[in-house]
């Protein structure tokens, strides 16, 4: 679509919405976390991991969370750092305070993709938010013999602190205590995807959430979502948007910023850097 009005008219109609609407419903996606600077490639992948890079010539974290690991061992050498260094080891992203800054006197509520806990970290109420597609921080049974997460933050700070030649020590394989096979990261990657009592209990609060304000003023707010999965927050916020029309859509995405025909005159669309926008709309 083409748009006619310039950045500055933009912003202030978001600031409008903002300011006006009942409600924000933010859909998060993993642009965000790389516009906070939680990049998966470039000097950040090679600060961690460059000895894989040159055994294996993984250039990023997203593909070598594939790689075809021959060993267990070397299999969670690998995802522990990567859990380690986007889950525990890292510090709230300057943008996501800014986020929060901007709806926290809001009714809102947060729908994101991301998995690094991200929004928790920098004070978002955890009763409003639903990470659909899983938790750094949570292992799962690879067969999903049982709908059950745990908690991983001891065992894998063990993990990172004594691996050696990119291999863990046998003994801290996680196994399934009920049918013993290894563990694996509670991702949505396939079909053995555990959606424990929390999922469930975040997603019934924020079907409700939707239900109880279906004909307010709502702002529904997406930052960095691409196109990778549109099903699980761009498509419904375009449909929701279409189905009340007291409601706006607004999609800030360097690269994707887009939205539906339908609802062309209650749309916002911003092709920037969302750290540059969300700083503008602070102003």
């Given at each position: ?33 790389a ?23 993984i ?87 049982q ?46 995807f555990?959606?424990?009592a ?9 079907e ?21 999965t ?41 092709d ?12």
């Open positions: 679509m083409k748009y006619t009005e310039n950045y500055s008219q933009k912003i202030e109609r978001l600031k409008i919405e903002l300011e006006s609407c009942d409600t924000v419903i933010i859909g998060a996606g993993a642009g965000l976390s516009a906070a600077g939680f990049t998966y490639s470039g000097e950040r992948f090679d600060r961690y991991f460059s000895d894989f890079k040159e055994k294996y010539g250039t990023d974290m997203y593909s070598g969370g594939f790689y075809p690991y021959e060993t267990l061992e070397e299999y969670w050498a690998w995802w522990s750092r990567q859990i380690y260094y986007n889950r525990y080891e890292t510090e709230p992203g300057r943008l996501y305070s800014d986020v929060l800054s901007i709806v926290k006197d809001k009714d809102y509520f947060v729908l994101t993709t991301n998995v690094d806990h991200q929004f928790q970290l920098t004070g978002f109420d955890k009763k409003r938010l639903f990470y659909t597609q899983g938790d750094y921080g949570l292992f799962q049974c690879t067969d999903g013999c709908s059950r997460t745990y908690d991983n933050a001891g065992l894998i700070k063990q993990m990172v602190l004594r691996q050696t030649n990119m291999k863990i020590p046998t003994e801290l394989i996680p196994r399934c205590p009920i049918c013993n096979k290894p563990m694996t990261m509670n991702l949505r990657c396939d079909d053995k555990v959606q424990d929390g999922w469930y209990e975040a997603s019934s609060r924020y409700n959430f939707l239900r109880s304000r279906e004909n307010q003023h709502i702002l529904f707010f997406e930052l960095g979502v691409g196109s990778n549109p099903v699980i927050i761009k498509i419904p916020f375009l449909q929701m948007t279409a189905d009340n029309p007291h409601a706006a859509y607004a999609c800030i995405n360097k690269g994707e910023a887009y939205t539906a025909m339908q609802i062309e005159n209650r749309s916002i669309c911003i920037e850097d969302i750290a540059k926008v969300v700083a503008d709309i602070k102003k």
